[in-house]
């Protein structure tokens, strides 16, 4: 077996195993969230747990303090009281307020009241200890003197509280952290994509550069030797083709210089360039509005995206009869350019991993026109561009989106004072600029 052939089984493998990587992506995440519930809903259980036994403790405190009240009003002469108000003095944290049958308040204890007056002190406690009853959180004592009784009302302690809202909290720290090493990590891979993609755009550049310099010197030689030549216009063509090829790449990286440009004109010659390296099964069509379009635009890496979402617009219809075709529609502050095509379409799980790099559907292919696509329109145009709608065995609808160019110089003939004016050119620079 060839070089070559190792070569390309090689390829293929590592498609299939990114395709298949890409493919499971989905699934991983989706296991890392269940994981991470779990875990959260483990941590919520548990210390659901650890309060309620600390709540039936406080309970069973409570019932041992209502038995000392009880003891305490009952107490004659004789009782020795030293353990009975002892129990009673112990506890500092619980809030009990203790009641009468007729609804007055006996005593209190770790309960913090309003009010400037006694009357509104004695007010604030009768309305918490009605809560409390009304929570459940009573004793009743009868005192076996004309069936009267006293209403031991307690809360939850502060501790008991702060447990109960601890893990909530816990939780939220926890992922506010995750939240800011996840847009750390992202914010460097992406830095770290950005450096990979300068450094191979300059490199090819600087690559392309040397070999381009010595065709054209070459041409030159040839037109010389060979004047009447009829192949010679082509590969000047084919070489101009090379140096525009370069001048893209020697762009990323850097912010290109956007100009107020004629969207149709230039849509109209990558039509014309695609279809003459086209099957004729397949039929290109740009659906030209009667009024000029004009956007800011940097020409040649623009033209690229259209010529990457026609070259993949063709690799999907397989060599088969097919239609391109390219609508432009405007609003109030955008202009939208539809690409539609005949081909496969697209499956419903791989729509959000088209502008991945890396990803495919082709045998022979690296995934990364259309992640370059997506940079050149979103960083370099201030754009947008999505998929607006994909179907299986029907097509793909490609939807790019671009920001109105100010058209300041209308605008400018009808101010007449120079102070605004200066404003408005000094806004435009900046709409500009950014």
Known sequence: MSCESF????????RFFDMKWTSHLRQIRILFIIIAMMIALASLVVSHLLVSDLAKEETARMEVWAEAMRSLNAADEHTDLSLVLKVINENHTIPVIVMTHQGKIQTYRN????????????????????????????IRILLDKHREYIDVCYD??????????YPYVQLSVVLLFVCLALFALLTLKRAEQNRVWVGLSKETA?????????????MEIMKESYPDDLLLPEMENDVK?????ADRFSKIGSQPTLEATDLMAVLRRVMAYMQSRTSHTVVMTLHESNEKVMANLNVSLFEWVIENLCKNAVDAMEGCNGRIDICISESERTIIIDLTDTGKGIRKKDLKNVFRPGFTTKKRG?????????????????????????????????????PRPLNTQIILSFITNPFLKSLLMLSHLIHFTL
Do not use: C
């Open 7 to 14: 070569e390309t089984i090689n390829h293929v493998e590592s």
């Open 111 to 138: 309960v913090g009241l309003k009010g400037k007056t006694r009357k509104d002190s004695l007010n604030d406690a009768i309305s918490q200890a009605k809560r409390m009853r009304d929570e459940g959180h009573v």
């Open 156 to 165: 939850e302690s502060l501790l008991l509280r702060r447990l109960s809202w």
């Open 206 to 218: 600087h690559q392309l550069g040397s070999p381009i310099s010595s065709l054209m010197a070459w």
């Open 241 to 245: 083709r090379l140096q525009l090829v």
């Open 366 to 402: 690296w995934g990364l026109g259309l992640s370059l696509t997506q940079r050149i329109v979103e960083d370099y145009h201030r754009g947008k561009i999505f998929i607006k709608h994909s179907e299986v065995g029907q097509g793909t609808t490609f939807r790019i989106t671009l």
